[in-house]
């Protein structure tokens, strides 16, 4: 399985951005996918996770009500809809995929592939 993030930026504080993951390789049905990220000196940190198949998610209590994943099957594709960007939002953003649900899921370590990260900027 391959992951390749993209859509990072430099923004002002309250602006919006969309991350994209494009998934590539044999996944399986159960596959679930999630973005992590990760500041300078802060260990990684999960932020939402999805299902393919059902499409059920999972995030963080620091990102609800203001960030949004979603996929397109059709394109192989995850989302991140990060809006209300606040200056503690700045990291880079990392997706990463495992074949199953784990109930560990927001712990880095239980996932199986990562992509490269991107970059996320937020100005005060």
């Known amino acids: 399985v391959q992951l390749q993030a993209s859509g990072g930026g430099l923004v002002q504080a309250g602006g919006s951005l969309r991350l994209s993951c494009a998934v590539s390789?044999?996944?399986?049905?159960?596959?679930?996918m999630a973005w992590f990220r990760q500041a300078p000196g802060k260990e990684r940190e999960f932020v939402a996770a999805?299902?393919?198949?059902?499409?059920?998610?999972y995030y963080a209590d620091s990102v609800k009500g203001r960030f949004t994943i979603s996929r397109d099957n059709a394109k192989n594709t995850v989302y991140l809809q990060v809006n209300s960007l606040k200056p503690e939002d700045t990291a880079v953003y990392y997706c990463?995929?495992?074949?199953?649900?784990?109930?560990?899921?927001?712990?880095?370590?239980?996932?199986?592939?990562w992509g490269q990260g991107t970059q996320v900027t937020v100005s005060s």
């Open positions: 390789g044999r996944t399986g049905s159960n596959v679930v």
């Open positions: 999805i299902t393919w198949s059902g499409g059920t998610t």
């Open positions: 990463a995929a495992r074949r199953s649900i784990s109930a560990t899921y927001s712990k880095a370590l239980v996932w199986d592939y």
